[in-house]
């Protein structure tokens, strides 16, 4: 069996998607420029919570030892990089959930000139 983790590094994946789910959950909403700015909030806060966990459960460890705990060979407390660059984006709205308006009344109409039967 393959692991990906080492220790408590499986809560990285836990604490990343509470943090996307909560604000969902309290706006009610799974998409739009509120649910952007609450999984942007919730993710900063996951990614302190991150490295400060990381720093608390690997501390003391023996210099040039692998960490404890760590996910995807990664100390705990490395995960909050990405964790604040997706919060970045998301607060920035360079990435957004808002859908894209679509074409109203669900199907384009057909163009004249067709190959259809006569």
């Not at 590094?9 to 009610?28: D, F, N, Q």
């Not at 302190?48 to 501390?59: D, F, Q």
Request: hydrophobic content about 50%.
């Amino acid at each position: 069996m393959l692991m990906f983790w080492q220790g408590r590094g499986w809560w990285v994946t836990w604490i990343a998607l509470a943090a996307m789910v909560v604000p969902m959950l309290v706006a009610r909403e799974v998409d739009g420029p509120a649910v952007d700015r609450g999984v942007a909030l919730s993710m900063t806060l996951a990614a302190v919570a991150t490295v400060a966990l990381g720093l608390r459960l690997n501390r003391g460890g023996p210099p040039g030892q692998p960490a404890a705990h760590s996910f995807w060979g990664l100390p705990l407390q490395y995960w909050a990089v990405p964790m604040l660059v997706l919060a970045v984006l998301l607060g920035t709205g360079t990435i957004t959930t808002a859908e894209e308006p679509g074409p109203r009344g669900g199907v384009a109409p057909l163009t004249s000139g067709g190959g259809g039967p006569k």
